[in-house]
């Protein structure tokens, strides 16, 4: 079945670094896009990174350009995508979701939002201390 597993959050100080791993099997997931999303407490899920089905096209929320880096590798049977977080600030805790998405463009900036992710994982928490 459809799975999607994230990995890789912890507790960091701030400045510091974290890698968080989706792996996404059961599925064709080379044909999806994929997006990261995070939840802080009390607040709305919200985008944080996209990328296209082929690695080639990628976009961040405002926050995070220049700190966060998302990539993907397309292996047969499980697609694996990567959020390279740097400089994390207190502002970045939130449980970090892994989603997918089965859209090929990336006009009218679905990607923001959460309703077009149709499959997601069960999140992986992100604490970053000050």
């Known amino acids: 079945q459809v799975q999607l597993v994230e990995s890789g959050g912890g507790l960091v100080q701030a400045g510091g670094s974290l890698r968080l791993s989706c792996a996404a099997s059961g599925g064709t997931f080379s044909n999806y896009a994929m997006g990261w999303l995070r939840q802080a407490p009390g607040k709305a899920r919200e985008f944080v990174a996209a990328i296209s089905r082929s690695g080639g096209v990628t976009y961040y929320r405002e926050s995070v350009k220049g700190r966060f880096t998302i990539s993907r590798d397309n292996a047969k049977n499980t697609v694996t995508v990567y959020l390279q977080m740097n400089s994390l600030k207190p502002e970045d805790t939130a449980d970090y979701y892994c989603?997918?998405?089965?859209?090929?463009?990336?006009?009218?900036?679905?990607?923001?939002?959460?309703?077009?992710?149709?499959?997601w994982g069960q999140g992986t928490q992100v604490t970053v201390s000050s």
């Open positions: 989603a997918a998405a089965q859209r090929s463009t990336f006009s009218s900036r679905w990607y923001e939002k959460p309703i077009e992710y149709a499959y």
